[in-house]
């Protein structure tokens, strides 16, 4: 092979890879967001609308599960759409769930000094400007400019560091989550667990979450390539993750209710953190409820910029993106350029102020659904076109699986369009954040193909996939070789 092509290095284990998804998928959303469920749908109402996303998550879970061994390369959804769909829909996958990644990463940047406000009131001084009514100052906007500063430095000195730092924060995630249970069993009362359910329209509401609370399982194809576990562990590990986030969720549904009534929860700043308090009779334990939705916000950020930035790399790799995205760094075999260019939006997005936060998980869940059914819709179609492809674990009944794959996927694409009845994404900030990240990509993707247009299938081949996982019918042995990057 070709020294053309680089490749990440093999050092995550099977705690690191468990905690680098359950922590993506369990981030700060809860901690704001699941008085909010309780309100919408009630209790029953709630843990309903999650069970049945939960549901249709799986259908998706078990379609990754089956791929990502089967082609354990960065990049996920580019590879898998490559293999099944060819260059165009692989590169729509590849950039659709890079925004979901960058997105969800940026609005990690802005909850890190909400939360740290919680705790330690920030001093409102140097204001900048209002966006969409809401003050931004300089010294709220430099928490999260410096912790992305911080999150990139880490990534930079390579994915076991990075994989360090998300065990440990997982490990405070989950003791902040059996506190806030605790209390709600100890010093809570099941006559808060009102309402019990407000009907269908309140179900679609928290159902429409849904995607944004269970992003986080697909970083695994991405750092599939650096994952030094058998392949079939793989599959195992991605379902026992999206299986512990759904948990995750009920149980802290059935924790807010329990801590406190309605009246506290829907009118406090930080609902899971003032319910502890309520509970407690201790505002000590609203802080300490908070110091564990740090360690969520931690956890989501670090995940999502490593996916991000691996997704830049394949894509880079491939010469689907300018090729200084597929270098590593020579020492730390860190995708460089990748991790700077993550590092960078996710400093920039504080300046846009607090309400920029439901912007960026709205509009990165379209990406996210997006590639969701081109991933869907690959697995049947490398079933069809490769049936002996080696499958270290293989689904049963792929074609139900896969159908309930892709009709999930049309699902939350059409709740998230303007023809849905909840209205879809709003226009401009959401559509605005698509439409400009689709453009940026349709640009560096008209200028990369116009630099390699004569770039062959048989090299694409190699680049996307390396010799092992290349396709051999394609990749022609009788001297064609990868070019060097001297043109």
Not at 376 to 403: C, H, N, Q, T
């Amino acid at each position: 092979m070709s020294n053309e092509r680089q490749e990440l290095v093999k050092v995550m284990g099977r705690t690191d890879v468990l905690a680098l998804a359950f922590g993506s998928m369990v981030g700060w959303g809860w901690v704001m967001l699941a008085g909010y469920w309780v309100d919408q749908a009630g209790v029953l109402g709630a843990i309903g609308a999650f069970l049945i996303g939960a549901i249709m998550c799986i259908f998706v879970g078990t379609v990754y599960a089956e791929l990502t061994p089967a082609l354990p390369l960065a990049g996920g959804e580019l590879v898998f759409a490559y293999r099944g769909l060819g260059y165009t829909w692989s590169w729509i996958a590849g950039w659709a769930i890079s925004f979901a990644y960058v997105s969800v990463a940026a609005w990690e940047s802005i909850a890190v000094a909400t939360a740290i406000n919680y705790v330690f009131p920030i001093p409102q001084i140097g204001y900048l400007w209002d966006v969409a009514g809401y003050p931004v100052y300089f010294s709220w906007a430099v928490i999260g400019i410096a912790g992305a500063l911080i999150l990139s430095i880490v990534n930079h000195f390579g994915v076991k560091t990075s994989a360090i730092f998300q065990v440990m924060a997982t490990v405070g995630l989950i003791l902040a989550g059996l506190i806030f249970i605790f209390g709600g069993l100890a010093f809570g009362s099941v006559k808060n667990m009102v309402p019990a359910f407000t009907g269908g329209a309140g179900m679609v509401a928290v159902l429409l979450a849904v995607p944004s609370m269970f992003v986080g399982f697909d970083v695994i194809p991405q750092s599939a390539e650096e994952m030094n576990i058998p392949l079939r562990q793989i599959a195992n590990v991605l379902i026992i993750s999206i299986i512990m986030a759904v948990s995750w969720y009920i149980i802290m549904i059935i924790g807010i209710a329990l801590n406190a009534p309605p009246e506290v929860r829907n009118s406090a700043a930080i609902p899971v953190a003032d319910s502890l308090a309520y509970a407690f009779n201790s505002p000590t334990f609203g802080k300490i409820m908070i110091a564990g939705g740090l360690c969520g916000v931690l956890t989501s950020w670090n995940g999502f910029m490593l996916g991000g930035t691996r997704i830049l790399f394949a894509m880079g790799r491939a010469k689907m993106l300018p090729p200084v995205f597929g270098k590593v760094h020579p020492k730390y075999h860190t995708p460089t350029a990748a991790i700077i260019l993550v590092g960078l939006l996710c400093a920039l997005s504080p300046l846009l102020g607090k309400n920029a936060l439901v912007w960026f998980v709205n509009a990165g869940a379209f990406g996210t659904v997006v590639a969701y059914l081109m991933v869907s819709v690959s697995f049947i179609m490398v079933r069809k076109k490769e049936p002996d492809l080696a499958r270290p674990y293989k689904v049963k009944k792929s074609v139900f699986v896969g159908g309930g794959a892709i009709f999930t996927g049309l699902f939350f694409l059409f709740m998230y369009s303007p023809i849905a009845p909840s209205g879809g994404l709003v226009w401009p900030q959401e559509w605005g954040l698509v439409f400009v990240w689709f453009t940026i990509g349709a640009v560096l993707a008209a200028l990369t193909k116009n630099s390699y247009s004569n770039i062959s299938d048989s090299e694409r081949e190699v680049l996307m996939f390396g010799e092992e996982y290349a396709r051999q019918e394609i990749v022609q042995v009788t001297g064609d070789r990868l070019k060097s990057d001297k043109r």
